[in-house]
């Protein structure tokens, strides 16, 4: 038997996930630009070629600056990639922000994409849920079933770490990005997501990474008295000591861009 940790176990898995690939051939793929969905973009670009193809939603939730980024990768490799505006906050079950919300962001993308396969001959439509991901704690996994999407990582029994390890050994760019959810879970449940307080949060992300922070949130607070919103900012346990030692800048630069008031988290950021 291999063992789990073991280079051989890692090859059966990876060979399992091109079986799967091939089995849906052809395949059409949402892809966002994460560590997950870019392994699978790799994986079936190699392994399909002209029969795999790649989605990624023109959303308000996804930084420009993101979306930018994963359409040259994708391009890079000779991947065949579409980007599909979607329509989410014009659905008031999703800007209402419940607990569910990625529920109806996913539903919007996987019809969006259903239709496409149809109209377009692909087989089967794919996305990149692995096998730590628990489907309880992802309201995404629901739409994926409805709209019987598959997951091939998930599928070959792809852990979190067997995806950074391939991804290092493929050699893609993303093996060590650390996660990135869209700027819709940086607004707490029950608050509206609107245009404006995505863009809040996006401009607020933009000032931090310019820091040189690598793994941060800005959180958006809801306006108060003075009518604009809060702010607060969490970064990882290794980079909060230069947190502090630059804190005047980054509220000075915050309350520039328009934060009314401005938390620095003094706890770690749990990933």
Known sequence: MNSPDGPTDLTAKEACLREIIRRHSPLLIAYSGGVDSTLLLAIAQDTLGENASGIIADSPSLPRASLAEAVRFAEGIG??????????LEDPRYTANPLDR???CKAEL?????ELARSRGFKAIAYGENADDPPHL??????AKEFSVTAPLKEAGLTKADVRTLS???????????????LSSRIPHGTPVTREALEFVERGE???RGLGFDVFRVRYLPPEELGRPGARVQVSKQELPRLESIRSTIVASLYACGFGWIDIDPHPLDR
């Open 79 to 88: 991947a065949k990639i579409e980007v599909v505006k979607t329509n989410e």
């Open 102 to 104: 990625c529920y109806f």
């Open 110 to 114: 996987f019809s969006r994409m259903d």
């Open 138 to 143: 992802r309201p995404g996994s629901r739409a």
């Open 168 to 182: 290092r050994n493929l050699g893609l760019p993303t093996a060590g990005a650390p996660a990135q959810p869209c």
């Open 206 to 208: 933009s000032i931090v």
